[in-house]
């Protein structure tokens, strides 16, 4: 079930009416799509981030505007605190989308137990996908993932029945590699630097003791 927005008509525009709408609980937003006219609307601010923490993609709209809309671009403030402004695009039950999805990573890596390093180099995919079936997320499963090894899109373990893959299905998501030389020999002189360092400091300490006395 869809997360329900209570929608108004918003009139007043500019970056002073959008500050005041701010104040007052509610946010900025439009609607659009379908091949009909834009529609300027305000919601509740406590209700976009309640759906934003359910996950929510496609919501139901009720008010000045009714039926389905996709959360399509939603704009935070510089530290992601605080939602500024929602694009809504409108859309019918049962038609696809496109959309982006996080990835998560699943399980304990075999080369990680060997000494080697998890990185992930792409965190989420575009797909195309029925309305009905839309993911939170979509996952790899690590657990087989060995040193020098990797997983790509293809690899998805739970891509939605009829959804594609629109992102470069061959790209390298996640890898394992060892650690290299340099940075190991870096760790290496840093440890052996801070070393001498406490030394001539206790030394110094020392003299100064020596010198108080006589």
């Known amino acids: 079930m869809s997360d329900v927005l209570k929608v108004e ?5 500019g970056k002073r009416n959008n500050n005041r709408l701010r104040r007052s609980g ?6 659009y799509g379908h091949g009909e006219e834009p529609v300027s609307l305000s919601l509740a601010s406590d209700q976009i981030q309640a759906s934003l923490r359910h996950g929510a993609k496609v919501v139901d709209l009720d008010g ?17 605190h605080q939602v ?9 039950a049962g038609e696809k989308v496109t959309i982006d999805v996080p990835i998560e990573l699943r399980g304990e890596s075999v080369g990680a137990r060997e000494g080697g390093i998890i990185e992930q180099l ?8 029925a309305l009905d079936v839309i993911p939170e997320k979509l996952h790899l499963s690590i657990k087989n993932l060995g040193i020098d090894g990797h997983l790509t899109a293809k690899d998805i373990i739970d891509l939605p029945p009829g959804a594609t893959i629109l992102s470069d299905e061959d790209a390298m998501i996640v890898h394992c590699v060892m650690p290299s030389a340099e940075v190991e020999e870096e760790a290496a002189e840093e440890g052996a630097a801070a070393e ?19």
Not at 9 to 13: E, G, L, M
Not at 64 to 80: R, Y
Request: negative net charge.
């Open 84 to 92: 500024l402004h929602v694009d809504l695009l409108r859309v019918h």
């Open 26 to 31: 509610r946010l900025p937003a439009i609607l």
């Open 64 to 80: 000045a505007a009714s039926g389905k809309a996709l959360l399509q671009e939603v704009q935070w403030d510089t530290f992601f």
């Open 122 to 129: 792409i965190h989420s995919i575009e797909i195309e996908v």
């Open 196 to 214: 001498p360092e406490v030394i001539s400091k206790g030394k110094a300490d020392e003299e100064e003791e020596g010198e108080e006395k006589e």
């Open 9 to 13: 008509s918003r009139k007043s525009f």
